[in-house]
């Protein structure tokens, strides 16, 4: 092979490389360019799309070289081998000097085309059919008239898309006026400004001064949001290929919608929609000519110029405030942009967006006036939003089969329309009235040590630290003597066991060390606080990026000595005390005590209309009482024992099966247990105690089973629970939706101090307890509270259905009589303080022992409502149930205020009335006078043939309007001292008429 022949294929193979590896790139970008499904593979194909894009650019870039390598050894070979026929001209000087100029402007060519093309290969896919696909969207919540109540979003991502046809004309002139004049007529660039910016970056060190057009604005915000702040040639020239694609894909209507639906404006606002309803509490459409410009103003620096500060610490002095709420000023910041907002008013003008008329009437308006937080600036708490949420995570987590992450991702950044079923009416009046301190009872007394801190009257145990005992009266923390040691390096080590709690925590993806307050109380005239904890706010790591904080062996946190270099003023020093002033540390919010919280539901449909879980506190994600168990003290009668008690005398009764109830202490039960059952309210004892006793200590002897509930008579309750036995109890509890019993262990709640009288092992929550209470008036259907109804994406698809699902528990004669029963504790027992003046109401009292728990569950036929107030810890309250019913009667009365009276159901054909109460058929029997020889043992489970014969009887009218009239047993008074009925301690054995087990913590109240 001859020598030319070698060079031609040396070349050839090095052109054939070069067009491998430039195929090879081609093909890794389309690779990189194609679609990707789903939000977390899109981020993980993007980010192998880049590394291949990395690869290609690396292999194309390769080929290059290689191309170059084989054109200069094909060179070479020429000249050493080859015998060329004419020695080479020699060129003029004039002509070296221009063939040596166009070499060098061919090179900077064929370089430029280099570096073009491997930035365009490095470019992010773009995909312009679906662009807001990639970007994160506020959710909305509404209520059940569907009127927006909140918005759900993570940080930069308060955004709510909107078609360019809802943005007013004076919007988009406002933004074309000021940022770009030639929008609607350029194809994506000003090159006259884009020549003199890139002949300054030649020649002016590298750094491109601002050029962007609108289009250009979009490419850069929307897909480089990372790298949008270089200045770097790379970075403009992606931005521009970006830029040609969106202007050859999208109209320019389209590129000015998504535009004012990404910039951002100042006060965590993302697009023109957030902005207005942020700063004007509208939405865009609605925004007049003053206010668009004044949005159109914030861009260019959109924080300086953003028209409200929030001033979380409020230290700044010299701007207005326009409101002002317990944690944060609101700082009108208009005049910042002010010359700039008059720029954009000249240039409308101007280029004819406006006319003269306009333009000299809006001069005179004042943006000032205009603003209107609205929401932004509330304080209003979100405990029924909060919860809602949280039901629909779980429920998306359950229905796509993703994480619990993915699925609040999905909920705050995505877009979702969330209908909820809060009624606003009925959320306004339990936000109002539990704002509202009269409709609160308080403290009785407290016990403290001799520091002042708050102790449990019973155990002596510190429950809750004295806030003198942490800070001065000028609110410094004083590190004691006795609380930290000096190290050699300048460095302090805080004790472990003293004040302040310690905790390894991980931040950042490293170590720290958490300093916190323990839970403190503050009595301010009167008024008793909480505050839950707080820390000091000492850095993550010092300068060097060394940490800061570290706990030792023994658990104790050492401080280093560079943080005592780096802030020399955290710590005042005096000698044996080191002060901290309240800039420098944080705590939790003040909560009031007592507290309280509350549920209503909708009966026919099970939908939660209004939630409360507090009063006092304000933002999201708050302690929710209204979701945390309490003891329910007497509460739980009714679906504990009494309820349960006709349940299953009814079964047995459809089963042709008499109930074997011994009468030997008196008692006259006849053959099931009715509401005309007589019960003897006496003495009971367990190992020589007696137990329980009933509010006063007073016994009413022989009385009916109605009269027990209307009385709270905890003797009775006992009696019946000891029929029915623990575990149908528990059964019928479950089947009401309560989930918070202790089945399991040597304590447990399978007792009658537990299922009968309420003291549980870990309490009950408003929400089962209303849906619980709910099951009478919904005729023996419990239904499953719901908090939403249906979750729209943001293309209006229906992705979430929610129905509250029913399943019958008693029968509806049973829920007839039991839902008469309870409307009789109104009307005739201790719950009169519940009545309300337009509709019928059942309900029942409840308070626990030592007063720490005071509730009221009831019912209109419209309405279900468990309230609850006590303390954050247990503390006596000054009032007993009554107040609790007092509480929930101002609610209610307002509730059904604009409702016309209506009855509750109808009696069912299977209740008869035979001498003045109410039996399920057959469950009637004559009852007989007992004698006291009678030693039959009690039998829960015994049964006979049925032996009795239903009483022909007309049915009873439906119930009547309740009356006011004072109960013959008054209501609770206060107390003027410590109740001395408690429980006493678990009995040992079983006596024939006592209970079985005692845990202690019961209803002693007798409410």
């Known amino acids: 092979m001859s020598d030319n022949t070698n060079s031609k294929t040396e070349r050839t193979n090095a052109d054939n490389n070069t067009e491998f590896y430039y195929g090879t790139a081609k093909a890794g970008r389309a690779a990189a360019g194609g679609p990707a499904k789903g939000t977390a593979h899109r981020s993980s194909g993007k980010g192998h799309a880049r590394q291949n894009a990395a690869k290609v650019t690396h292999m194309a870039e390769q080929g290059l070289k290689n191309t170059a390598r084989a054109a200069k050894s094909a060179g070479k070979a020429a000249v050493n081998k080859g015998k060329p026929k004419k020695p080479p001209r020699k060129l003029s000087p004039g002509k070296s000097i221009l063939s040596f100029a166009l070499i060098l402007c061919m090179m900077a060519v064929l370089g430029v085309g280099i570096i073009v093309g491997v930035v365009f290969l490095k470019a992010p896919n773009i995909e312009t059919d679906n662009i807001y696909s990639q970007i994160k969207q506020r959710s909305i919540v509404y209520d059940a008239d569907g009127q927006e109540i909140d918005a759900l979003y993570f940080d930069g991502g308060n955004r709510t898309i909107v078609e360019y046809k809802d943005i007013p004309e004076d919007m988009v002139n406002a ?15 000003n090159f006259i400004r884009m020549v003199g910016a890139i002949k300054d970056s030649v020649f002016g060190g590298g750094s491109i001064s601002g050029t962007s057009t609108i289009s250009q604005q979009l490419a850069r915000n929307f897909y480089l949001a990372d790298i949008k702040s270089e200045r770097s040639m790379s970075r403009k020239l992606t931005e521009m290929y970006i830029t040609i694609v969106l202007e050859k894909n999208l109209s320019k209507e389209k590129i000015m919608e998504a535009y004012l639906n990404t910039i951002y404006l100042g006060f965590n606002s993302y697009g023109v929609e957030a902005a207005a309803q942020s700063y004007f509490d509208k939405p865009v459409g609605k925004l007049k000519l003053i206010e668009c410009a004044a949005l159109a103003a914030i861009p260019q620096s959109p924080d300086l110029n953003a028209l409200v500060i929030a001033d979380y610490y409020k230290t700044i002095t010299d701007l207005p405030i326009i409101k002002k709420t317990s944690a944060i000023n609101y700082l009108y910041n208009g005049e910042a942009s002010e010359a700039r907002r008059n720029l954009v008013l000249k240039n409308m003008y101007e280029l004819g967006y406006i006319d003269a008329d306009r333009y000299a ?102 429950l809750l630290q004295s806030y003198d005992e942490y ?54 005239d009167g008024v008793f606080y909480f505050i839950e904890s707080g820390a000091l706010s000492i850095p993550q790591f010092d300068s060097a990026g060394n940490p800061i904080k570290t706990l030792d062996d023994n658990g104790n946190c050492v401080i280093s000595g560079t943080f005592f270099q780096e802030y020399p003023d955290y710590f005042k020093d005096k000698g044996d005390r080191l002060i901290v002033n309240d800039e420098r540390y944080t705590l939790k919010q003040k909560i009031r005590q007592p507290q309280a919280a509350a549920v209503i539901m909708e009966n026919k449909t099970g939908e939660i209309k209004g939630m409360i879980g507090g009063r006092g506190a304000t933002g999201k994600q708050l302690y929710n009482r209204a979701v945390h ?98 575990d149908w109890s528990l059964k019928m509890l479950k089947k009401v939706g309560i989930t918070t019993l202790d089945e399991e262990g040597a304590v447990s709640d399978m007792n009658p101090a537990a299922l009968a009288l309420g003291g549980l092992t870990n309490g009950i929550t408003p929400l089962e307890l209303t849906a619980a209470y709910a099951t009478f008036p919904n005729g023996g259907s419990y239904k499953t509270p719901v908090f939403y109804t249906k979750v729209l994406n943001s293309r209006d698809e229906t992705i979430m259905e929610k129905k509250t699902r029913a399943e019958r528990v008693y029968d509806e004669g049973v829920a007839w009589i039991m839902t008469d029963i309870l409307h009789s504790v109104v009307t005739q027992g201790i719950g009169a303080s519940a009545a309300i003046p337009n509709q019928p109401v059942g309900g029942k009292t409840g308070t ?160």
């Open 175 to 189: 933004i074309v006026s000021i940022e770009d004049n030639k929008f609607w007529t350029h194809h994506g660039f």
């Open 361 to 462: 009437k809006v001069q005179k308006k004042k943006l000032k006036k205009r603003i209107n937080l609205g929401d932004a600036g509330s304080e209003k708490s979100s405990y029924f939003t909060d919860y809602a949420v949280q039901q629909l995570q779980q429920d998306i987590v359950e229905e796509y089969g993703i994480t619990s992450t993915e699925a609040q991702n999905m909920i705050y950044s995505t877009g979702l329309k969330i209908y909820t079923t809060m009624d606003s009416r009925i959320q306004s009046i339990l936000d109002e009235e539990f704002e509202d301190s009269d409709n609160f009872t308080s403290i009785a007394y407290i016990s403290t040590n001799s520091e002042g801190d708050l102790i449990s009257s019973d155990t002596g145990q510190v």
């Open 471 to 524: 800070f001065d009266e000028k609110d410094r923390f004083i590190l004691r003597d006795d609380e930290f040691t000096r190290n050699e390096d300048g460095g302090i080590t805080i004790k472990a066991g003293k004040r302040l709690n310690l905790y390894p925590v991980e931040s950042n993806g490293a170590q720290d060390v958490s300093i916190e307050f323990k839970s403190m109380y503050v009595n301010e």
């Open 629 to 726: 168990p309490r003891q329910p003290g007497s509460s739980i009668k009714p679906i504990g024992v009494y309820g349960p008690a006709l349940q299953l005398s009814f079964e047995r009764e459809a089963d042709n099966k008499t109930m074997k109830l011994s009468n030997k202490d008196g008692s006259s039960w006849g053959n099931y247990i009715t509401a005309g059952s007589i019960i003897n309210d006496k003495p009971m004892y367990v190992n020589g105690k007696q137990w329980p006793k009933n509010f006063g200590g007073g016994y009413s002897g022989k009385v009916t089973l109605r009269k027990g509930v209307q009385q709270s008579l905890n003797v009775v309750a006992v009696k019946v629970f000891q029929k029915i036995g623990a």
């Open 848 to 1007: 626990t022992s030592d007063q720490y728990d005071i509730w009221f569950a009831g019912f209109t036929p419209q309405y279900t409502m468990a309230l609850w107030e006590g303390n954050d810890v247990n503390i006596q309250l000054y009032e007993m149930s009554g107040a609790a019913a007092r509480f929930w009667s101002t609610i209610m009365s307002r509730v059904c205020e604009p409702l016309a009276y209506q009855d509750f159901r109808e009696m069912p054909d299977n209740v008869e009335k035979i001498n003045g109460e109410y039996y399920t058929d057959g469950t009637y029997s004559k009852l007989k006078k007992n004698k006291d020889k009678d030693n039959d043992k009690d039998d829960n489970d015994k049964t006979t043939e049925k032996k009795v014969t239903k009483s022909t009887t007309t049915k009873a009218p439906t119930t009547a309007k309740p009356t006011t009239q004072t109960p013959t047993e008054p209501t609770t008074a206060k107390p003027t001292e410590k109740p001395t009925e408690k429980p006493t301690e678990k009995p040992t054995e079983k006596p024939t008429e006592k209970p079985t087990e005692d845990t202690g913590g019961g209803d002693e109240g007798g409410e």
